[in-house]
């Protein structure tokens, strides 16, 4: 059976009103998830940023509840959108630039969606100031996946808010 782990080039670029790509924090693998018309199913990315315009945010309701309820993570959270960028992080491991995200110019705040800690906010937010995000609020997204991160999926994102 071939492995559910691909590399960056593996993952369609699409341009507005194409096929988009779904993508979550996998946290069984600890890895990026991902989705998209025509994969086979899903993948699994690792060391690598990617960046989303159009993004939209999804989370199911009655998961949200359920975790509120069991105290228990389940995935019902995910984000898509189109793909303009996939960086390698390991090819660019001297490229500090690459590295950055987000960049340090415009209105880039990280977002997160954590039910256990916050089970009040039943949708993404900005993390430190807990502001709800909604579709037309955010014109990209960045999201990377980096073993440094002290996270339970080793993946953070980023979110250019207007």
């Not at 096929?19 to 991902?34: H, P, Y």
């Not at 960049?103 to 100031?129: K, Q």
């Amino acid at each position: 059976m071939p492995s559910k782990y691909i590399r960056g080039g593996d993952i369609p670029t699409f341009y507005a009103g194409g096929s988009r790509v779904r993508v979550w924090g996998n946290l069984n693998e600890r890895c990026m998830s991902l989705d998209w018309k025509d994969s086979g199913g899903v993948k699994w990315l690792q060391n690598h940023k990617i960046v989303l315009e159009n993004p939209k945010f999804h989370v199911q309701p009655a998961g949200h509840r359920k975790i509120i309820e069991r105290n228990r993570r389940n995935v019902v959270a995910r984000v898509s959108g189109d793909v303009v960028e996939v960086v390698d992080l390991w090819e660019k491991r001297h490229d500090i630039n690459a590295r950055i995200a987000p960049p340090m110019l415009g209105a880039w705040h990280e977002l997160s969606y954590n039910p256990i800690d916050r089970g009040h906010l039943a949708c993404f937010h900005t993390v430190g100031t807990y502001l709800p995000v909604i579709d037309s609020m955010c014109e990209a997204l960045i999201i990377k996946h980096d073993e440094s991160y002290n996270t339970r999926t080793n993946v953070r994102m980023w979110g250019l808010l207007v």
